[in-house]
């Protein structure tokens, strides 16, 4: 399931509504049942689950989509199922019951399948015949407002995946030659820790606040980190001090998640886990909840125990909005015990 909270949307329709779901996803649903909070005409929020099989509980999927709905506050919903209607009619019947059992009310109930649309609750056939009715994203006023507002939408969730996978050929050939190259450089930088530091851990820990500064200094201007730079830095981040310094430093801004795409493609699996854990930070504080999912997916089949990624996990799953983080991280992120803190001013 994935969920995001993007720049709102004014609809005053349902094909106005269908334009922009792929763009409050990042790509267009297939296979899927969809939950578009609302507050009046403005989307606030969308939710998004695959069609279930046979085999799955039908209502205990469809309650939690429905209480992922409610924690945003919305006065309303509008479900859109994605696919065949022998799939997607028990999926919206399950999800409109369990919006309306939880006090949401439901403005509609949609089906969309290949470039028709059909309404499920209206029967009115001038407005909504039995045949369907078609429609055009690409003609759609609202297509063009979220296109001139920046927001993309993909072929397709494969797509997404595709831009958190690992780099191949030549370039993973190269990365794995970097890695090596970084850990004789740490083995170098152990070696040469002062007596005073037990186990090397000061010597590494200033070695990776200047890597990952360096890196931010990069990712400003537009430059890109070499191979060498990538494998020490996501070496460094496998010690927890250098990880949450660059979680400290790490926002919903485009930077941000361009960095940590790029590292999290180029490292090796074994160093995957900071990188992966701080693309899904910085994807989800963006509203881009399909991006911070497919980070997690790839960073907890490598990673299952890993901490941080347990827990945005858990906060995605749960349809936490990132505005519940305004203010950190001085103020802490819940359930989050910090080795330390850095007094900064607070985000509004």
């Given at each position: 399931?994935?969920?995001?909270?993007?720049?709102?949307?004014?609809?005053?329709?349902?094909?106005?509504?269908?334009?922009a779901?792929?763009?409050?996803?990042?790509?267009?649903?297939?296979?899927?049942?969809?939950a578009?909070?609302?507050?009046?005409?403005?989307?606030?929020?969308?939710?998004?689950?695959?069609?279930?099989?046979?085999?799955?509980?039908?209502?205990?999927?469809?309650?939690?989509?429905?209480?992922?709905?409610?924690?945003?506050g919305?006065?309303?919903?509008?479900?859109?199922?994605?696919?065949?209607?022998?799939?997607?009619?028990?999926?919206?019947?399950?999800?409109?019951?369990?919006?309306?059992?939880?006090?949401t009310?439901?403005?509609?109930?949609?089906?969309?399948?290949?470039?028709?649309?059909?309404?499920?609750?209206?029967?009115?056939?001038?407005?909504?015949?039995?045949?369907?009715?078609?429609?055009?994203?690409?003609?759609n006023?609202?297509?063009?407002?979220?296109?001139?507002?920046?927001?993309?939408?993909?072929?397709?969730?494969?797509?997404?995946?595709?831009?958190v996978?690992?780099?191949?050929?030549?370039?993973?050939?190269?990365?794995?030659?970097?890695?090596?190259?970084a850990?004789?450089?740490?083995?170098?930088?152990?070696?040469?820790?002062?007596?005073?530091?037990?186990?090397?851990?000061?010597?590494?820990?200033?070695?990776?606040?200047?890597?990952?500064?360096?890196?931010?200094?990069?990712?400003?201007?537009?430059?890109?980190?070499?191979?060498?730079?990538?494998?020490?830095?996501?070496?460094?981040?496998?010690?927890?001090?250098?990880?949450?310094?660059?979680?400290?430093?790490?926002?919903?801004?485009?930077?941000?998640?361009?960095?940590?795409?790029?590292?999290?493609?180029?490292?090796?699996?074994e160093?995957?886990?900071?990188?992966?854990?701080?693309?899904?930070?910085?994807?989800?504080?963006?509203?881009?909840?399909?991006?911070?999912?497919?980070?997690?997916?790839?960073?907890?089949?490598?990673?299952?125990h890993?901490?941080?990624?347990?827990?945005?996990?858990?906060?995605?799953?749960?349809?936490?909005?990132?505005?519940?983080?305004?203010?950190w991280?001085?103020?802490?992120?819940?359930?989050?015990?910090?080795?330390?803190?850095?007094?900064?001013r607070?985000?509004?």
């Amino acid at each position: 399931m994935a969920s995001t909270d993007r720049p709102q949307l004014a609809v005053r329709s349902p094909a106005d509504l269908i334009a922009a779901v792929p763009y409050l996803l990042g790509f267009h649903p297939a296979d899927s049942v969809v939950a578009v909070a609302m507050l009046g005409r403005q989307i606030i929020f969308a939710a998004r689950a695959d069609l279930p099989d046979p085999s799955t509980d039908l209502v205990e999927r469809a309650r939690h989509l429905a209480g992922v709905i409610r924690r945003q506050g919305a006065e309303a919903a509008t479900v859109v199922g994605y696919g065949p209607p022998d799939r997607v009619t028990p999926a919206v019947d399950a999800v409109r019951a369990a919006l309306s059992a939880g006090g949401t009310e439901v403005l509609d109930a949609l089906r969309v399948t290949g470039d028709r649309w059909w309404s499920y609750l209206c029967t009115e056939p001038d407005c909504c015949p039995p045949e369907g009715r078609h429609y055009d994203p690409a003609a759609n006023p609202v297509t063009a407002a979220a296109v001139f507002a920046g927001q993309v939408a993909l072929p397709d969730r494969a797509a997404l995946v595709a831009q958190v996978a690992p780099v191949d050929g030549p370039a993973r050939d190269a990365a794995r030659a970097a890695t090596a190259r970084a850990r004789l450089r740490l083995t170098e930088v152990l070696k040469q820790a002062a007596e005073s530091d037990l186990l090397g851990s000061r010597a590494v820990g200033t070695a990776g606040l200047e890597a990952v500064r360096e890196a931010q200094r990069r990712q400003r201007r537009g430059e890109r980190l070499d191979d060498d730079e990538v494998a020490w830095l996501s070496l460094l981040m496998t010690h927890l001090p250098v990880r949450d310094h660059a979680w400290e430093r790490t926002d919903g801004r485009d930077r941000d998640i361009a960095l940590w795409t790029d590292v999290l493609r180029r490292a090796e699996p074994e160093l995957v886990a900071a990188p992966g854990a701080l693309l899904a930070f910085a994807a989800w504080r963006a509203g881009q909840g399909a991006l911070a999912a497919v980070a997690l997916e790839r960073t907890l089949s490598l990673h299952p125990h890993y901490s941080l990624a347990v827990l945005l996990d858990d906060m995605l799953r749960r349809g936490v909005p990132p505005s519940e983080l305004d203010g950190w991280p001085s103020e802490g992120m819940p359930g989050v015990i910090r080795p330390r803190k850095r007094r900064r001013r607070r985000r509004r």
